[in-house]
């Protein structure tokens, strides 16, 4: 790949229609991944639950099963990561494409969190209003999974710092970056990365997909206005944490 190609990738200013980061072979393996992905998730939500299952009825899992399920969704958005930084590394990129580029003083570090702080009430706003406006899921709950002793506590923290990075790496850094390529439209990328982001969590159910694609277009337009991940990295960190642990000690 030539030098004014990667620019072009990681800069969108400098074309309508930026280099592509990999290969659409590669793009095309991702979205394979995540008909897998979606294929699980459908089975986990049909799966047999009560006292035989392990399970109770109405929920993904025992709590017990909660820190197994932790490290594996580490080890999952890890191994994510690698496969988009292995296609963008053999098309002559590398993590600066993905990222669109790390802090480089103390002043960047609180701008973006200036910007992250009203986007994260934004984002549990529209969280909140897509939930209201398709009413109660029949879908099994996660909750029996959230944590609750210290351990657990400190592991989910980390399973939340790491899906901050990792999915908003593969998610706006990767797909939506193909998808621009692909399309040379940036709202359709948005649009795209967004619905795929949503599948990836169809263990949840269809309805909280639904509610998860509208915050991954939420983060979609925020990676697209900056020109680089470091604002998404800490909301989606941090609303990770909110959702599945502080709140709660916040509000109980």
């Not at 399309?183 to 967004?194: D, I, P």
Request: aromatic fraction near 12%.
């Amino acid at each position: 790949m030539q030098a004014n190609e990667v620019l072009a990738a990681t800069n969108p200013e400098m074309g309508q229609r930026p280099a592509q980061i990999a290969s659409w072979k590669h793009l095309a393996g991702f979205l394979l991944i995540g008909v897998g992905v979606v294929a699980l998730g459908l089975l986990a939500q049909h799966a047999p639950t009560g006292s035989g299952a392990g399970a109770s009825t109405g929920e993904l899992g025992r709590h017990g099963q909660a820190i197994h399920i932790y490290l594996v969704a580490i080890l999952m958005d890890w191994a994510l990561l690698y496969y988009c930084w292995a296609g963008v590394h053999r098309h002559g990129g590398n993590l600066r494409t993905l990222s669109g580029g790390r802090w480089t003083s103390w002043k960047s570090v609180a701008v973006d969190v200036g910007i992250g702080l009203p986007f994260w009430v934004l984002w549990e706003g529209a969280a909140y209003g897509v939930h209201w406006l398709l009413g109660p899921s029949g879908a099994k709950s996660v909750d029996s999974l959230l944590p609750q002793s210290l351990l657990e506590i400190l592991i989910w923290i980390g399973t939340s710092i790491t899906a901050g990075v990792c999915e908003e790496l593969a998610f706006r850094g990767y797909v939506q970056r193909q998808f621009h390529a692909l399309t040379g439209s940036v709202g359709v990328a948005v649009l795209g990365q967004g619905l795929v982001f949503g599948l990836f969590h169809s263990y949840q159910g269809w309805k909280n997909v639904i509610v998860i694609c509208v915050l991954g277009v939420l983060f979609g337009a925020l990676a697209a206005w900056r020109r680089n991940l470091r604002a998404n990295i800490i909301v989606h960190a941090w609303s990770d944490v909110w959702e599945g642990w502080l709140k709660f000690v916040v509000w109980r």
